[in-house]
């Protein structure tokens, strides 16, 4: 028995809010221009440095690395499409990149699960992916599924089996595409194609899309590029993600790291559109702090500075992945998760950015409790209740129940409360009470929710001879592994 | 005993403002609520009040009590409302000037239980409380203006007055009342507060007391709250009015209903206080609730409700007046996940609108329960939200290029000098990331728990003179003579 998967709520929102004038995004583009101009970023790839000499970069071979002219920048990136469409199972789970709305993705990758039975916490397995899939096909605000947790049951050929599962477990578009060991990366393409249908189809409606994170400052992961490669060749949307830290891998100024992260960024689409004009890519940067005391990882940064990331990617001409965003550095889900959860969704519809959220995860997205997910996306329908708009007409002003009613009068009998009482959209986890008026834990009620959901909502299966089909690359792509 | 500083205010400067109704919008609602306050009317039990009101062409039923106001007498009286006043406050270093620019936060009001300081036991508030959160709200930048934080309930005749004797020999910022509901109340309460101010001038040009009264749904006034509010107005300081109509059981179950019901009762209240004193600073303050359909519960902080602490902001301005919104607030029964998902949304939401004032920090279980950490927690969340809507350094210094190109790729920034420079200016939470001798983190309401400890222990702001506490002293002695309770 299968159950029908709803269909995705985007946002949208009347509220976006821009910091930067065009001349101040003008100038922070001519920073990351001249960084990449004189500075350079690190390539340690030969076929990257082949491809920049090609273009008539500047290339230091001993030290790998680029510098890269304005001019040959501002070309690379014309041929990078504003718009594409991120596919999924079916064409209604298609996410359309143009600025319009923002779609919500889980977070990732973890590598710990509280399990969802013995609350013991464990490292994550490929099961934790389906289930995670599974769970959120359900939730009509998930629009894109990134695999919270790696599979670390599968070494080398993890990632692979994170895509799979999630690609068998729910209709929605997969962030399937990470770093691999090169050889194995053209085993996600194929999964993609088989999924797809075909490799018309694959490009013209990519099930999965990648992310290569950068190395700040200024670098980026042999690894990675090779991948990345591979990924653009086949028409798989690829983003690369900054992740500098003021203070330690980037100056210890927002502007400063967002330059940083620009440069970082910008120098890997460049990179990908000389080798594949047109390769559908996206821009990520994620800064974060250093504690100044602790050293330690402060994942939380102001709004202003996600916001300018936004409009940079938009300024580049590319979408966006980063926005507001449900992840927290707290351990477990406490004061400190509710406060991040309930800031970030409230900022989703505020900052924009086509894909952000990033839902599901504790611990700087480290930890994976099951629950968790339920509970952002309560939040993050209540952000989309609470910032979608305020209409109205006549009606609802209900002027003339106002006036039967009158001054110290009650609303409890009239039609017009019995009518529309139950048009607020109350939170089932925020407003449960027990069987006494105490209300309940709201994640006690998630937990439930979520295994409601586990055990009963079954998405439409592959087909059998596609299941087959990806059994098969997965057993080619072991075999490689091994050989490696 | 030496006093200790105040810190200096901080309060939120928004770089970029939303706007969720449009003019036509607003104006639809603004002509519904003249049509309620034509055609349906206020009801008001008080015979000054209605006495006012009839003066100055208003229709009055003085057997129902029902007063209907033409919408040129509302347009007319309101038009005399000033949009920006000061609040005053003990040091003029805390005085706020609502212009426009900046958004100041109170503490919430009014509680009526708190969990013991030591004890940690569940109880009935008492003066103590309100004098121990003044000192604390004293201390935080996040707090531009306290509003007693829970009632006085171990002086039950006076207990309004002992909040204000508790409030200000506790704290040198402006404080609200929202418990002065008499006349006789009323008229101690300024006489502290000119006490404080040290002359009627400078308590008129700088008020360091105003009050907040509640409507009574649906279209009703409290008699002792009006006369309450001519007082103070008479007085100079400034008066709010607010209402708390609850969607489905004193308001239309729909969120517009409910908008323009309870903007019809404010804009009333705002009505008296002009034709009685013209220029008389008043304010808004939209706070409704949603009845929860099963339980016939509460809920101040649905999420379409919340909505409506917006559009209240922006009904304010369209009537040409400052607001106090709601923000912080929250159903949760302890700090915890809840209470902090709750809590940051109105607050951000209502910044972004260009709301004036708001209130609502550090109680919880819909406004009625003080845990003494949850003003840090709140305080938390505030800074956070302060820091979001404000800009970001653009300078050549911030961009920080030279620095970039002398690391390179691959290098670190942890011994450049503007690392060194900079890095203390970053602001983040100071409650969450702390870490214990095992490396891992501290629960943050256990460290906001100690902070509260800490700042009681050791913060004692500047407190008033002896020739004003023997006044105040004078005062209550005289207000528990005529109520009783000496």
């Not at chain 2, 004193?250 to 908008?259: E, F, R, S």
């Not at chain 2, 917006?310 to 949760?332: K, M, N, Q, R, Y």
């Not at chain 2, 938390?380 to 302060?386: G, L, N, Q, S």
Request: aromatic content about 6%; proline content about 7%.
């Amino acid at each position: 028995m299968t159950s029908k998967t709803p269909d995705i709520v985007p946002f949208t929102s009347p509220f976006r809010g821009e910091l930067l004038s065009p001349v101040q995004l003008r100038s922070l583009k001519q920073g990351t221009l001249r960084l990449l101009d004189e500075v350079g970023i690190h390539f340690p790839s030969q076929e990257a440095l082949e491809i920049f000499a090609d273009h008539r970069a500047r290339v230091d071979w001993d030290g790998q690395t680029v510098r890269i002219p304005p001019d040959l920048v501002d070309r690379a990136m014309s041929t990078a499409p504003r718009s594409f469409t991120l596919g999924g199972r079916e064409e209604r789970f298609d996410l359309t990149l143009d600025g319009s709305c923002s779609y919500l993705c889980t977070d990732g990758t973890g590598v710990h699960v509280a399990d969802l039975e013995t609350r013991e916490m464990r490292p994550s397995c490929k099961e934790d992916v389906a289930m995670m899939a599974q769970v959120c096909d359900a939730l009509p605000l998930v629009s894109f599924f990134w695999p919270p947790v790696s599979a670390q049951d599968y070494g080398t050929t993890a990632p692979l089996h994170q895509c799979h599962a999630a690609l068998i477990h729910t209709l929605k578009h997969i962030r399937g595409g990470m770093t691999v060991a090169p050889p194995l990366a053209h085993y996600a393409v194929e999964m993609a194609t088989v999924v797809a249908g075909s490799e018309r189809q694959r490009r013209r409606r990519p099930p999965i899309c990648a992310n290569i994170c950068t190395i700040a400052p200024l670098a980026h992961d042999d690894d990675g590029l090779a991948t990345a490669l591979t990924y653009a060749e086949a028409g798989i949307p690829t983003s690369f993600m900054a992740m500098p830290t003021m203070g330690s891998t980037a100056p210890a100024t927002p502007l400063g790291a967002l330059v940083v992260g620009d440069a970082e960024v910008v120098s890997g689409m460049v990179l990908l559109q000389l080798a594949h004009p047109g390769a559908p890519v996206f821009h990520s940067i994620i800064p974060s702090l250093m504690h100044p005391r602790t050293g330690g990882y402060i994942g939380e940064v102001f709004a202003p500075v996600t916001m300018i990331a936004v409009q940079l990617a938009h300024a580049w001409g590319v979408p966006s992945l980063g926005g507001g965003s449900l992840s927290t550095d707290s351990a477990t889900i406490d004061w400190q998760a509710g406060s991040d959860g309930g800031r970030g969704s409230a900022l989703v519809p505020l900052i924009g950015g086509e894909i952000c959220g990033y839902m599901g995860l504790t611990d700087s997205s480290m930890v994976l409790y099951p629950e968790k997910v339920i509970l952002d996306h309560e939040l993050c329908r209540g952000a989309y209740d609470l910032l979608h708009g305020f209409s109205f007409d006549d009606r609802d002003m209900a002027l003339d129940v106002i006036a039967e009613v009158g001054p110290r009068g009650h609303f409890l009998a009239e039609q017009h409360t019995r009518r529309h009482i139950r048009d607020f959209r109350l939170s089932k986890l925020l407003h449960e009470h027990a069987g006494d008026p105490s209300p309940r834990a709201p994640r006690e009620v998630a937990r439930e929710e979520f295994k409601r959901i586990y055990e009963t909502h079954q998405p439409r299966p592959l087909e059998p001879a596609v299941l087959a089909e990806l059994d098969r690359i997965l057993a080619a792509a072991e075999r490689e592994a091994e050989r490696k | 005993m030496r006093h200790s500083e105040t810190p200096q205010l901080e309060p939120i400067r928004p770089s970029y403002h939303v706007t969720i109704l449009r003019d036509d919008q607003l104006e639809r609602l603004k002509s519904a609520t003249l049509d309620i306050l034509a055609q349906v009317g206020i009801n008001c039990p008080s015979e000054k009040a209605v006495d006012i009101y009839a003066e100055h062409g208003a229709q009055v039923d003085r057997g129902s009590q029902i007063v209907r106001l033409p919408p040129d007498v509302v347009l007319d009286a309101i038009s005399h409302a000033p949009r920006f006043y000061t609040m005053g406050a003990r040091l003029p270093a805390f005085d706020i000037e609502l212009d426009g620019s900046a958004f100041y936060c109170a503490t919430d009001g009014c509680g009526v239980e708190t969990i013991d300081f030591e004890t940690r036991q569940r109880r009935a508030s008492i003066k103590d409380d309100v004098a121990r959160m003044a000192r604390v709200a004293d201390y935080l930048s996040s707090v531009g203006f306290y509003w007693p934080i829970v009632s006085a309930q171990d002086h039950p005749h006076t207990a309004p007055l002992h909040e204000l004797d508790a409030s200000f020999s506790n704290t040198v910022k402006h404080v609200q009342t929202e418990t002065v509901m008499d006349e006789a109340m009323a008229r101690y309460a300024v006489e502290m507060a000119t006490v404080v101010a040290g002359d009627e001038e400078t308590r008129r040009a700088r008020p360091p007391l105003s009050s907040l009264v509640c409507t009574i749904a649906p279209l009703a006034q409290d008699k002792g709250g009006m006369e309450s509010a001519l007082v103070f107005a008479e007085a100079g300081l400034p008066v709010g009015f607010m209402s708390m109509a609850n969607a489905g059981s004193t308001a239309p179950a729909t969120l517009a209903g409910t908008v323009v019901a309870a903007d019809a009762e404010i804009v009333a209240a705002m009505v008296l206080i002009q034709m009685a004193h013209p220029g008389a600073p008043v304010y808004h303050s939209l706070m409704p609730g949603i009845m929860h359909p099963r339980t016939g519960g509460y809920l101040g902080t649905a999420w379409e409700g919340e909505l409506l602490y917006a559009v209240g902001v922006e009904l304010a301005h369209a009537w040409g007046v400052p607001t106090l919104a709601g923000i912080f607030g929250t159903d949760a029964q302890v700090p915890g996940w809840q209470q902090a998902a709750e809590a940051g949304s109105s607050l951000l939401l209502t910044a972004l609108c260009g709301a004036d004032t708001g209130s609502g920090m550090g109680l919880v279980e819909s406004c009625t329960l003080l845990h003494p950490e949850a003003i840090i927690l709140d305080t938390d969340i505030y800074h956070r939200v302060r820091i979001d809507v404000a800009g970001l350094d653009t300078s050549p210094e911030a961009l920080a290029l030279d620095v970039i190109r002398d690391v390179g790729p691959r290098g670190h920034f942890l011994r450049e000098r503007h690392t060194r420079d900079h890095v203390r200016q970053r602001e983040f939470s100071d409650l969450v990331a702390q870490p214990r001798p095992d490396g891992s983190y501290r629960d943050p309401i256990d460290v906001a728990r100690e902070k509260t400890n800490a700042i009681l222990e050791n913060h004692r702001p500047q407190p008033l003179d002896d020739a004003q506490r023997a006044e105040f002293e004078r005062i209550l002695d005289a207000a528990e003579g005529e109520m009783g309770g000496a």
